[in-house]
Every structure is written in structure tokens, then in C-alpha cells.
């Protein structure tokens, strides 16, 4: 039973313009969330985090959305750059157990940015 | 820069065979943590340990098998690989107890079984 899903498998970006990635959760203890990115052939980098007593949080041209009552949040990435076409993990936490941060990952989005 | 470590990163094997998939990391992380992922799919947990001579099954049942002796090498095994086996493995590692830590990945091994 998937808990965290990406809907969208692949997104196409103009360079310059916004990419929305979004994602969707069903488990309502997930209380931190995180955005990792993947180029072909290298292992996930994390990107930003929020945690759930934000909505908001922003680094750079990345930023993430979190709407608790939707169980969803977003990444937003403005500008598009050509650098950023590379597959986008949302990953979820839940404090259940103190002493393990287990990850829950989507299955991700594909983002190209055409320059 | 995350410095984790896999090897190999491809294998091509033939059923029955016995592998061990290498991870090593020098971040001296207590945590470390073996991910499944096919094409498209989510990354699924196999495997977790806390620290040394701690091994913990993670949310997808695997047939393989984990140890942690040191605190920077956590070797994965299968004792007989089929080609249900095939998939690529992500190996993590993150600091401390705080919940909050990021999970640094290695670059993967992506394991074909003919």
C-alpha cells in the first residue's frame, strides 16, 4: 500500500518557467517531509525538507508547499534551469518511532527542462 | 559531498548464484539503510541497522541478508540469487538520533539476474 504518491511520472519545463512537481500522502502521522533529486546513475541528493507545523519553506529557487488538510505538498523551481531535468523523490516521516528516521518515498518524477 | 560507496555498480548473474552487494561509508554514521527500487517504482526499505551488530528488516520483505560489523561497512548478501532478484539497490546512511537527519545515498548497484 503505497503512502506516498506522485502522480505525474515525467515533467516537461521550458527553461525559465516554473516546474511544479506535486505529491500526495495518505497517512496523516507524517509530520516531516523532503524532496530529493536523482540524476541517471548517481544515488538521491536531498533538495529541501518542510516540517508540518510549516507551510512553507523556501531555499534558492526551490521552494515547498505543504497543505496538511489536502495531504499534499509541492515543490516549486523558479527559474527552470536545464541542470535541474532529473528524477524528483517526495519522501515522508512519521514520529512513531523516536529513535529511526524511516523514509517513505514516491515513486517519483521525471523533469525535463528544455532549454 | 556525501561519501558513500557501492560496489558494484552493475552485476549480471546467473540464477542460484551467491552475491554481496558493498556499501561503505566514512561519515561514521550510525544509520545505515539498503533501499529497493524498480523502474518507475518507489524506493522500497529492505533493510536498517542502528550502529554495529544491529540488523533490522525494514517494510519490504527481501530474501537477502544484511550485516553491520563495522560501523562503515554494510555488506547485503543473497545466498541464491533468482531473476525475481533483479532491481537496482540503494544503499543510505544519516547521522545521529535526530529524526530529522537527512539520508546521504550511494550511487546504487543495479543487479540483473539471468
Known amino acids: 500500500d503505497q503512502q506516498v504518491k506522485q502522480n505525474s511520472p515525467s515533467l516537461s519545463v521550458q527553461e525559465g518557467r516554473i516546474s511544479i512537481l506535486n505529491c500526495d500522502y495518505t497517512n496523516s502521522m507524517f509530520d516531516y517531509f523532503l524532496w530529493y533529486k536523482k540524476y541517471p546513475a548517481e544515488g538521491p541528493t536531498f533538495l529541501i525538507s518542510i516540517s508540518s507545523i510549516k507551510d512553507k519553506n523556501e531555499d534558492g529557487r526551490f521552494t515547498v508547499f505543504l497543505n496538511k488538510s489536502a495531504k499534499h505538498l509541492s515543490l516549486h523551481i523558479v527559474p527552470s534551469q536545464p541542470g535541474d531535468s532529473a528524477v524528483y523523490f517526495c519522501a515522508a516521516s512519521a514520529d512513531w518511532d523516536d529513535n529511526f528516521n524511516k523514509f517513505y518515498f514516491g515513486s517519483g518524477t521525471k523533469l525535463n527542462v528544455k532549454p | 559531498e556525501a561519501d558513500i560507496y557501492q560496489t558494484p555498480r552493475y552485476l549480471v548473474i546467473g540464477t542460484g548464484k551467491k552475491i554481496t552487494l558493498e556499501c561503505s561509508q566514512t561519515m561514521g554514521h550510525d544509520k545505515m539503510y539498503w533501499y529497493q527500487q524498480d523502474p518507475g517504482m518507489e524506493l522500497h526499505l529492505i533493510h536498517y541497522?542502528?550502529?554495529?551488530?544491529?540488523?533490522e528488516k525494514g517494510d519490504l520483505s527481501s530474501e537477502s541478508t544484511v550485516s553491520r560489523i563495522r560501523t562503515e561497512h554494510f555488506p547485503l548478501t543473497l545466498e541464491s540469487a533468482r531473476p525475481s532478484h533483479t532491481s537496482q539497490y540503494l544503499c543510505?546512511?544519516?547521522?545521529?538520533?535526530?529524526?530529522?537527519?537527512?539520508?546521504?545515498f550511494g550511487p546504487g548497484t543495479r543487479l540483473t539476474v539471468l
Open positions: 543510505a546512511s544519516s547521522e545521529g538520533r535526530e529524526r530529522y537527519n537527512e539520508q546521504f
Open positions: 541497522s542502528y550502529g554495529v551488530n544491529s540488523t
